[in-house]
């Protein structure tokens, strides 16, 4: 059985309160759960017309583990940091290249939106005193552009974006640095003119990989979407100030790319996705 389920922080309970609340059954909480934990590729199939054909369940319980995952990292590197200055000797490997370790991509700031306010959400229930920074101004660009009419329901289909987001235990920073923040999450496009500008090093230590809606990607310029998994993992151009001595062996090797776990969420299979499954999702463990 999964970790994560067995997990008895608020983010367990949180789940528990929300399978309730959506009738959605224990065992199939479980089961999606040991999908996540076991860090396996997923490719989620199920079709619910709610939000853009996904199965909501499914996406909440990654947008779960991404969280647990952040936070488990966090913890793990200031621990490690206080017994290497306890013991300066000590050899210890926790870090990657480059800070952020998720990458989200999605297809329109609208679904950009429900992806982040789901992750405010979670984050919130960890601690309800949360300071949200730079909240207005995400507002004002993500948010329906009627938000404060609720008979109105207009989207915001606007493909060019990203943000990082930086995780505390106090606050979460929208708008982050993309050097300093733990998740990215943005457009094909607009992450692959971030990356005209300046590089691909950001991309070098992510571990999870989620592609949002999938099947409205492939009716934009999927080149955009290959790209940015071509570019991911890979040694970066600039040390960024790294501490080499605490990257890990698997990504100082160049063997990251075998360790990212990928989620690709879509309302249909093509030869597209399966083309991308077998081409760019190299875990070692497999695709579930």
């Not at 996406?59 to 779960?64: P, V």
């Not at 009716?219 to 080499?244: A, R």
Request: a positive charge; hydrophobic letters at 35%; charged letters at 30%.
């Amino acid at each position: 059985m999964a970790a994560l389920w067995h997990h008895q922080g608020t983010t367990y309970k949180f789940y528990k309160r929300k399978m309730k609340e959506k009738s959605l059954s224990r065992e199939r909480g479980k089961i999606k759960f040991e999908i996540l934990d076991k860090t396996q590729d997923l490719e989620n199939v199920e079709k619910d017309a709610l939000i853009c054909g996904i199965d909501k369940s499914a996406k909440h319980c990654i947008l779960l583990k991404i969280v647990d995952r952040i936070h488990n990292h966090q913890r793990e590197i200031s621990k490690n940091s206080q017994m290497k200055k306890e013991n300066p000797s000590m050899e210890i490997r926790d870090l990657g290249f480059t800070k952020p370790i998720v990458l989200i991509t999605t297809s329109t700031r609208d679904a950009a939106f429900e992806l982040v306010s789901d992750l405010l959400e979670i984050s919130k229930n960890e601690n309800s005193q949360l300071e949200i920074q730079n909240q207005k101004r995400f507002l004002k660009e993500y948010a329906p552009f009627n938000l404060d009419q609720a008979q109105v329901e207009e989207k915001n289909d606007d493909d060019c974006f990203k943000m990082g987001i930086k995780f505390s235990k106090t606050r979460v920073k929208l708008y982050s640095d993309f050097y300093s923040c733990d998740l990215i999450i943005g457009s094909p496009l607009g992450l692959r003119i971030s990356c005209k500008k300046e590089n691909y090093d950001f991309l070098s230590g992510i571990e999870i990989m989620m592609v949002d809606c999938a099947h409205q990607l492939l009716m934009q310029n999927w080149e955009h979407t290959l790209n940015i998994f071509s570019n991911l993992n890979l040694i970066p151009k600039v040390d960024h100030g790294v501490d080499f001595s605490r990257v890990k062996e698997y990504i100082l090797d160049g063997r990251a790319k075998y360790y990212r776990q990928n989620f690709i969420l879509t309302d249909y299979v093509t030869p597209e996705l399966v083309n991308l499954l077998n081409n760019y999702c190299f875990n070692l463990k497999g695709i579930h």
